[in-house]
DNA sequence: GCAAACCGGTTTGTGATACAAACCATGGAG
DNA sequence: CTCCATGGTTTGTATCACAAACCGGTTTGC
């Protein structure tokens, strides 16, 4: 399972949980929850609708406009399958507890003698 | 809490999980197990020791160098401040099961208006 | 010996992108 | 009319993920 970078970004993963959670938020509250500019808010939402994953409702309310924001089904389900996947790497961390050795290392001044060949290289000229 | 864009990055992520399961491990294994190109791996390997994340130690073995990569202890105690920053965003959605409706809008055909209105406003030379 | 291929990485070029500043259209106050 | 506020959108820039090209050195084929 791959991490969508489309959600994994931290702005837009915080966007989603927070819309996961309230049916519907409009520009003004996620500016100011998220502590967001207007700007960043706009193009993330921007991706977020392209996605699919978020429905942009405009409209007015009396004479000035108002836009909300929702989760689709498919933004549910994708953020939904992001956390399990989450979980699946944090999970697999634990289970490899005793995986690799490689290699019985001769271990010298290694990291030195790196350095000195570096420098040796650089000054050929 | 806030995400770590270091730790965040997914291949980063991928890296600081897999190196939280095995104390150690070479280059090759890393490309090879997490299926990145040398150059990337190299230049996120990089940004994590820079974060002092991870220590990185080259050696010998017999001629050929051998470049092994381990997590530091603030390396394993942010990746596990990362875990739970994400969890408690995770948590913090279905807490707010019911925090805002906001307003009761008109809902006319809102976004044919506004689409109108952008028209007309560029049509204005 | 000498070229060609390989090994273990590092550096470089570039296309994508996160972000805020500047902007735009409208509404209301004085 | 001028000035400020509201609700966004567009634009410019600085960063960054990624792979291709590169590099020092070693082994292989001839």
Known sequence: MELDRIIHE???LRIMAMLSGVDTADFKFLVSTLGLSKGNLSSHVDKLEAAGYVRVTKSFNGKITNTQYALTAKGRKALEKHWT??????????SKQKSEAIAPLPRKSSTELIRCRKRLSRGAS
């Open 10 to 12: 931290p702005v837009r």
């Open 85 to 94: 996947a989450l979980d699946d790497l944090r999970a697999a961390t634990k």
